[in-house]
Each structure stands twice: as structure tokens, then as C-alpha cells.
């Protein structure tokens, strides 16, 4: 099993930043594909951003050129650069994890985090 806590959500003005963080505890062996998802409020959850074991990194249209997705294999932890934050941001950011290299149907998931953009 392998167990998923995120930290560094909060409140933020538009165009400020946050740091997310997820680190990984458990059978971390299994772990290839980490990454983020997000839900608004009446919303459905959404992929952000993903990052394979060997570094491979995909992200949302809707993110690309202000988030970025990176990971420190040593620490088992993946982390989300958010810069230029908007309202639409907003949303309960979830880590996940996947045994393959792609995060659709993640295995493991994170409790979850609030991320508030104020306008």
C-alpha cells in the first residue's frame, strides 16, 4: 500500500503563487507516474499535471506555462509550482499516483488540499 499527504495549499490574490507537495510513504517501489488533480466545486476532477519516474511531464492546456511538475526520487515526493494564479484556480488539489506511466485511473490518491485564489 502506499499512503499520499500533500501540503502548502491555502489562500492566494490572483497572479501570486503556491507550492504544493506530496510526499510518498509505503510501497513506494510500485510508484511510477505522480502527479496532481483538482475539483471545483461543482466540477469534475480534472488532471493538472503528471510526471513519470524518468521524468516525463504532461499538463492541463489550462495550466501549461505557469504550473510546473517536478520530483524528488530520493524524497518520494512530487511537487506543484502554481505561478500566476487565477480565481479559476480554485479548487481541492488531490496528489495521485500510479504503477504505470500514466495517471489515468490512479491507484493512490492524497486526502486532498484546498487551493483558494481570491480575485
Known amino acids: 500500500q502506499v499512503q499520499l499527504v500533500e501540503s502548502g495549499g491555502g489562500l492566494v490574490q490572483a497572479g501570486g503563487s503556491l507550492r504544493l507537495s506530496c510526499a510518498a510513504s509505503?510501497?513506494?517501489?510500485?510508484?511510477?507516474?505522480m502527479g496532481w488533480y483538482r475539483q471545483a466545486p461543482g466540477k469534475q476532477r480534472e488532471l493538472v499535471a503528471a510526471i513519470t519516474s524518468g521524468g516525463s511531464t504532461n499538463y492541463a492546456d489550462s495550466v501549461k506555462g505557469r504550473f510546473t511538475i517536478s520530483r524528488d526520487n530520493a524524497k518520494n515526493t512530487v511537487y506543484l509550482q502554481m505561478n500566476s494564479l487565477k480565481p479559476e484556480d480554485t479548487a481541492v488539489y488531490y496528489c495521485a499516483a500510479s504503477s504505470r506511466g500514466t495517471l489515468s485511473n490512479a491507484d493512490y490518491w492524497g486526502q486532498g488540499t484546498q487551493v483558494t485564489v481570491s480575485s
Open positions: 509505503g510501497s513506494i517501489f510500485v510508484i511510477n507516474a
